[in-house]
């Protein structure tokens, strides 16, 4: 695994995957509630928040209003490397499509609006190619 570091090399490495089935962001105030099946955890102030798959958010009771997908970022971004996730918010606030960033150790991943799914993608990876182009012109 290498870790891409530089802005654009991370744009043109990004590899955008949409993954399967939907998603949705949940808050509790202890973690029982969630059982085991969260992806995604995070303390706050005001509870944890997890980011369950919408069958599960469905049975355990939860809001889910706003099913959303998931596309990760395939490229190793470095934890310090700066620009990919502003790029990709940015690339999809353009097209007025919600975004919220996940950042892990090894990838990054954007949750999007489940109706907007496909075209987040297509536009993720217009951006991957376009960046891939012009890098190789310089």
Do not use: Y
């Amino acid at each position: 695994m290498t870790v891409v570091t530089g802005r654009d090399a991370m744009i043109a490495g990004m590899a955008p995957v949409l993954r399967e089935g939907c998603f949705v962001f949940c808050t509790a105030p202890n973690l029982e509630r969630f059982g085991a099946d969260a992806i995604s955890l995070f303390r706050e102030d005001e509870g944890w928040s997890a980011i369950l798959p919408l069958d599960r958010a469905i049975v355990l009771g939860f809001d889910c209003a706003t099913p959303m997908r998931q596309i990760t970022l395939q490229v190793f971004s470095a934890l310090g490397g700066v620009g990919l996730t502003a790029a990709v918010a940015g690339a999809l606030a353009g097209a007025a499509i919600a975004c919220n960033m996940v950042s892990a150790f090894h990838h990054d991943h954007a949750f999007v609006p489940a109706a907007h799914a496909d075209r987040a993608l297509a536009m993720l990876q217009r951006l991957q190619a376009d960046i891939a182009v012009a890098s190789s012109a310089d």
